[in-house]
């Protein structure tokens, strides 16, 4: 158990994550201005891409092209589709921020504040 963690936190990558991710996570929880809850969930969005593309690297891979015919070995290449997925949820993410944004504009023009407690005030 030792081991797993030394070994883990021996990588700044894995570090970075953790560090990411909990700070998004606590922009998202403790603050009550709807911008800041977005861009920490925006945040934790990033800290989880970097974690996949971080796992799916390899340490002197090849791309997955094969020239000669021949398969050879699977592990000198490698994998394209996290690389793929991690590209299309960061398209998917962009497309939610801007969409989370505008919702977070409609709020402010109807009740004059992006202000969480304020709002659900207003409204109940």
Known sequence: MI???V???SRPNFVAFVILFLCGLYIAITHHN?????IGLYIIQTSVFFILVTFSAKQSATVP???S??????????????HA??????????ATLGVAL??????Y?????VDEEEVLKRLG
């Open 34 to 38: 709807l911008v800041k809850k977005v």
């Open 102 to 107: 505008a919702l977070v504009t409609a709020i």
């Open 7 to 9: 070994d883990t936190f």
């Open 85 to 94: 997925l991690t590209l299309t949820g960061i398209v998917v993410g962009v």
């Open 69 to 82: 015919g021949a398969a050879g070995d699977p592990d000198a290449y490698v994998n394209p589709l996290p």
């Open 65 to 67: 092209i094969l020239l």
């Open 109 to 113: 023009r109807r009740f004059d504040s």
């Open 3 to 5: 081991d797993l963690l």
